[in-house]
């Protein structure tokens, strides 16, 4: 990748929410999401647009195996519909995948179906790919398991490519292709950004190596601190002076005195004692952050989200 694309603000520390509802994993849904739709989704992106959140984010299944369905649950949105929707209803929060797994389609495909959301949205559009975990879905959509993570990089060269080119050139081991041209452009030039996901070492080599900023999927087994001076150290190596911007992800977060059991991994309080302790990402050299919220409701989590950008955002970054 030639460019590095930067779209936070320099020095500040962004927030951003995975999409309630729209993935539905035992892991970390809220029992009401399962009886909430369309018109919630609507209601908590919107909350999120006017309360400051840099993205809203949606994830990428295509189909669960039975198996792995108890603790994952089937429910899990389509990316490109759910983003296009997101479009939509929202005016100024950026739109992400959190994360794509390109491997399951060609990268034009890809290339075309971003390139689009971002023309829609008038460019708000950040690609966020991984290369999966789910040994099943692989085998079910005919990809090797077991190449994913070869797969993925050159999957993020081609779709490079795509996004920066109308008849782009790309000429790799599974996929070669020229004089193929593509519109809409992107309206963001030279191309939206791509931020790579992934908490494993060759998620974090790839993200210093191919992304312009880093999405972790739980903690590194080497530790935050550990891994964002590993993607430093392997950014510089191979791309010198050019930024990446690093994203982590806050505990459950409940502004105010909460009247419930928040339980494990949860911070709550006042505005600016949340804000102090999240402070402490930006030390590490954060620059976006995933924020969660405890909710027993949808008005609850519409009242969550309003309440940390009024009560705590303000202090983020003082």
Not at 15 to 35: D, K, L, N, R
């Amino acid at each position: 990748m030639d460019t590095s694309i930067q779209i936070c603000p320099p020095g500040k520390l962004v927030y951003g929410m995975q999409m309630p509802i729209t993935a539905q994993s035992t892991v970390f849904a809220a029992p009401w999401e399962a009886g909430a739709g369309s018109d919630e989704i609507r209601r908590v992106a919107q909350a999120c647009d006017r309360s400051g959140f840099f993205y809203i984010a949606v994830c990428d299944h295509v189909a669960v195996p039975r198996a792995a369905a108890a603790a994952m649950s089937t429910v899990w949105y389509d990316t490109i519909a759910t983003l296009g929707f997101l479009a939509a209803a929202t005016q100024v929060v950026r739109l992400l995948s959190y994360v794509y797994v390109p491997v399951y389609r060609h990268p034009l495909m890809t290339a075309k179906a971003f390139a689009t959301l971002d023309t829609l949205s008038n460019g708000r559009i950040i690609l966020g790919v991984g290369a999966g975990h789910l040994q099943g879905e692989f085998e079910a959509l005919g990809v090797d398991f077991s190449r994913r993570g070869k797969l993925l990089d050159e999957a993020i060269d081609a779709i490079d490519a795509a996004f920066s080119a109308e008849y782009a050139t790309h000429n790799g081991t599974q996929w070669k292709f020229s004089e193929l041209g593509q519109r809409p452009r992107p309206l963001q030039q030279p191309r939206p950004p791509i931020w790579v996901g992934g908490s494993t070492k060759g998620a974090l080599r790839r993200a210093a190596e191919r992304g312009d900023g880093w999405l972790p999927q739980g903690v590194p087994e080497m530790g935050m601190e550990a891994a964002i001076t590993y993607i430093r150290e392997q950014r510089r190596k191979v791309r010198g002076d050019a930024p990446i911007e690093i994203g982590m992800n806050s505990p459950w977060l409940y502004v105010g005195k909460a009247s419930f059991d928040l339980g494990p991994n949860a911070l709550s309080g006042g505005g600016d004692e949340i804000a102090a302790r999240l402070r402490q990402r930006k030390q590490l050299g954060v620059s976006h952050m995933g924020v969660r919220f405890r909710s027993r409701g949808c008005n609850e989590l519409v009242e969550q989200i309003e309440k940390f950008g009024s009560d705590v955002a303000p202090h983020l970054n003082e």
